[in-house]
């Protein structure tokens, strides 16, 4: 299966300033820093003549009652079925087609022997679970993890 995804600026932007800030502020909680997070990803998808599927990322709505901690973050279920709701109604143009969730390292080595840009073990074992957003993006979601270290930008 051949496939592209483009990101719009504004989706990249919000995604770049809520990684940022759970890692670096985490959740306003002393000593609660470095916190993974999560979003879900909003756009179209539609396959050219040549069999390629081409996803366009539009939006992104950052999940404020996902369940965070260094290790991982667990979405909650009822935030994706309310958001898909509203969407359905004010931009039935989009949906939702993916998400996102950030993967916190100390440094760039920790990034390296982890293998930063796979998905972790725990990430393939959530993918069963998330049902709803594989039946809202026609079996083909877009599930991203961003990787943040100490002392570099986004």
């Excluded at 959740?27 to 916190?35: F, H």
């Excluded at 992104?60 to 279920?77: E, G």
């Amino acid at each position: 299966m051949k496939f592209t995804i483009s990101v719009s600026d504004a989706a990249r932007h919000t995604i770049t300033l809520a990684t940022l800030e759970a890692y670096v502020l985490g959740d306003g909680r002393p000593r609660r820093t470095k916190l993974e997070t999560l979003g879900y990803l909003w756009g179209f998808s539609r396959e050219d003549s040549k069999g390629t599927t081409h996803f366009h990322v539009d939006l992104m709505s950052l999940s404020i009652s996902a369940k965070r901690s260094r290790n991982s973050v667990k979405p909650n279920d009822q935030a994706v079925r309310l958001k898909s709701e509203l969407m359905d109604r004010w931009a039935p143009h989009l949906t939702l087609i993916g998400d996102f969730h950030s993967h916190p390292y100390e440094n760039l080595a920790e990034v390296r022997d982890s293998s930063g840009f796979e998905f972790s073990d725990a990430d393939e074992a959530s993918f069963l679970d998330d049902d709803f957003l594989w039946e809202r993006a026609n079996d083909q979601p877009i599930m991203r993890n961003d990787n943040l270290q100490a002392g570099a930008g986004p």
